[in-house]
């Protein structure tokens, strides 16, 4: 059964790291996990989930060390576009977990996850560009 207080984030680079914190700080019970032992130096000194240092596509490392089959979130932000959505696809339909968020740099490998009800895709330069837009008009008043 999902927790839906259980977070998963895979890949803690900034933007991993950022999510993780936020979270930990509101206080759901998070797990990151990265194969790059440093990746951890990016995370608050308050940090209070759990630190796992695995290949995310170790699939014995995501059922065993962070007992994917109850998260009831998963967060994948890898720096490869192509690791994450083979991650999408193992946490959907392997792992049924109810919400899973999945940043790509392409815009066009959105189209391959749009079949998936419980993941949605992100992509930061188009979040940016949002973001530059609405300071722009803001500016321009």
Do not use: W
Request: net charge negative; aromatic share 10%; hydrophobic share 45%.
């Amino acid at each position: 059964m999902a927790n839906k207080n259980k977070t998963i984030v895979i890949g803690v680079g900034r933007l991993g790291s950022g999510i993780a914190n936020r979270a930990a700080a509101k206080g759901q019970d998070v797990i990151v996990v990265d194969p790059n032992p440093k990746a951890f130096y990016g995370l608050d000194d308050t940090f209070s989930g759990f630190k796992v240092n695995a290949d995310s596509t170790d699939m014995f490392a995501l059922e065993e060390h962070c007992d994917i089959k109850t998260a009831g979130q998963v967060v994948i932000v890898t720096g490869d576009d192509n690791v994450n959505l083979f991650l999408a696809y193992v946490c959907s339909l392997v792992y049924a977990v109810p919400r899973i968020f999945v940043r790509f740099d392409d815009p066009d490998k959105g189209a391959l996850v749009e079949g998936l009800q419980n993941v949605k895709a992100i992509y930061p330069f188009d979040l940016t560009l949002v973001k530059f837009n609405e300071i722009e008009q803001v500016e321009r008043k």
